[in-house]
């Protein structure tokens, strides 16, 4: 298994720059085709105006401003393809849904890897809805790029955030080209329960054994969140191994849960320290 057909979905010219990066690093590894997309925004107009009418002057300003912006972010995903003489092909798309467009979400159900910028609120970048449709809807591992990196770096340390989920286990697969690329691997359960059928010490012992068939160095671990969330534990353990990714399982529980009450997988879109790649 390896990714050899890459979505980046891209926002704005600054994340364009740094999702790009990430894919073209993977695509070098992989021979891997690069497809960059941006969903461009219709102008909606909200103005207080004589006889209820948007000033056609301020409308056109608005437009203008979202097509100059769609032309940075191809500008600055061909010129990085071109540059490294990667295959790619370019795609943009209009609409009010932005990442959950039919043609973004067709697009992503056709590759092996999407990469997106991770959620933060202070820059005009993706939305935290924007994420959570790529998740749910293209069914496809997300690999978000960490806000805390300039660029790319090579991954020889990856932290699989285990808890033997439905999510965790499709993570874990879908991650495969490179957990067999790393150089360690650990598998990494917080808080694990104590079972009749498992001991909480051999937490992942057979996933590493399933792992270690495939050629992959993994070794078992598990940590007491201590008072923290699962998210700072899983931050604060990737930055002790200096782990180069994090590959974890999204929405164990529902979306609208995680929307009202927070959880790991909201946690991390917005605070992942190092790129995370996410399955459900």
Not at 84 to 95: A, N, P
Not at 146 to 173: C, D, K, M, Y
């Amino acid at each position: 298994m390896t990714y050899k057909t890459i979505v980046a979905v891209l926002s704005t010219a600054e994340d364009a720059g740094k999702v790009t990066d990430h894919a073209l690093a993977l695509a070098r590894r992989t021979g891997g085709h690069i497809i960059g997309i941006h969903a461009e925004a219709p102008v909606v107009v909200t103005l207080i105006a004589p006889m209820e009418y948007p000033d056609p002057n301020a409308v056109l300003q608005l437009q203008d401003r979202a097509q100059q912006q769609s032309r940075a972010v191809e500008e600055a995903f061909r010129s990085r393809c071109e540059r490294d003489d990667i295959s790619y092909e370019w795609r943009l798309f209009t609409g009010s849904a932005g990442y959950a467009s039919a043609g973004v979400i067709d697009s992503a159900r056709s590759a092996d890897i999407v990469l997106a910028a991770q959620f933060d609120p202070d820059i005009d970048g993706p939305a935290r809805e924007d994420i959570e449709d790529l998740l749910y809807e293209s069914g496809r591992p997300l690999y978000l790029v960490s806000n805390a990196q300039a660029g790319p770096a090579p991954i020889e340390r990856v932290l699989v955030a285990w808890n033997g989920s439905r999510e965790s286990t499709r993570a874990v697969f879908d991650a495969l080209p490179f957990l067999t690329a790393a150089r360690e691997v650990e598998i990494f359960a917080i808080d694990p329960p104590e079972t009749a059928l498992q001991s909480r010490d051999f937490c992942g012992a057979e996933l590493a054994a399933t792992l270690a068939r495939h050629g992959v160095r993994a070794t078992v671990s598990s940590g007491a969140s201590e008072g923290r969330s699962v998210a700072d534990a899983l931050n604060h353990r990737a930055t002790e191994i200096d782990a180069g990714l994090i590959v974890m399982g999204a929405y164990s529980h529902s979306r609208l849960r995680q929307r009202l009450f927070g959880g790991v997988t909201s946690a991390l879109m917005r605070g992942a320290r190092v790129p995370t790649l996410m399955s459900r």
